[in-house]
């Protein structure tokens, strides 16, 4: 089975603009994880979804970010008014549920706010 | 909010070295991931570790819960072992990630 794929891969907007970043998790995986990795960095915790709720969105920076998972399989990472701090390398990683389990990480999109 | 410490920052050796990387985090976790990440790739899962020691081919992990501490091993290190490794502490939730240590092996 296919791993966990994101799109798109680069994705360059001009500041202000609206984004949207994709995550298909593993199939069958019931938690999903979205990062933001800024140069240099470690990769930080956005958002986690167990299903289609998410159980924990407390590292979105702000109400310009927002996730949604409807059918508990795909996710949406969605940014308002994007600015220039915003660039970075955004990650979704998959599990099969509960902290003890390995997540699976998908290759990023890379964002870039001109 | 888990404070997780790597070390060091950047390290490079030959080839044929054994080498350690130590990662240590401030609050009591379920368990602790080493990941790899190379040069403008993905980043893979290497170890999940709960308690004491985990060998994969010429990488060791090892854990020590009652001092929040972790170190990873490489023997016989290769040049293709040259990447980026994290350490992240896993909650309830999602992971805490160290800065990473960025190891570059010489030939």
């Known amino acids: 089975g296919a791993g966990v794929s994101q799109t798109p891969s680069n994705k360059v907007t001009e500041k202000g603009k609206y984004v949207e970043l994709r995550c298909d998790p593993i199939?069958?995986?019931?938690?999903l994880y979205w990062y933001r990795q800024s140069l240099g960095q470690g990769p930080e915790f956005l958002i986690y979804f167990q299903g289609t709720g998410a159980a924990d969105d407390s590292g979105l920076p702000n109400d310009r970010f927002f996730a949604v998972r409807p059918e508990g399989s795909v996710s949406t990472l969605k940014i308002q008014r994007t600015e220039r701090g915003d660039s970075a390398v955004y990650l979704c990683?998959?599990?099969?549920?509960?902290?003890?389990?390995?997540?699976?990480f998908g290759p990023g999109t890379r964002l870039t706010v001109l | 909010k888990n404070e997780v410490e790597q070390s060091p920052q950047n390290l490079t050796a030959q080839e044929g070295e054994f080498i350690t990387i130590n990662c240590s985090y401030s609050?009591?976790?379920?368990?602790l991931h080493w990941l790899q990440q190379h040069p403008g790739g993905g980043i893979v899962s290497l170890f999940m570790?709960?308690?004491g020691k985990k060998k994969h081919g010429r990488l060791i992990a090892t854990i020590n819960i009652q001092e929040k501490h972790s170190s990873l091993h490489i023997t016989a290190s290769h040049p293709r072992d040259s990447a980026v490794y994290i350490c992240a502490a896993g909650g309830a939730d999602g992971l805490t990630f160290g800065k990473g240590t960025h190891l570059i092996i010489q030939p």
């Open positions: 199939s069958g995986h019931t938690a």
């Open positions: 570790l709960s308690s």
């Open positions: 990683a998959s599990s099969s549920g509960g902290s003890l389990n390995t997540q699976y």
């Open positions: 609050v009591g976790i379920s368990a």
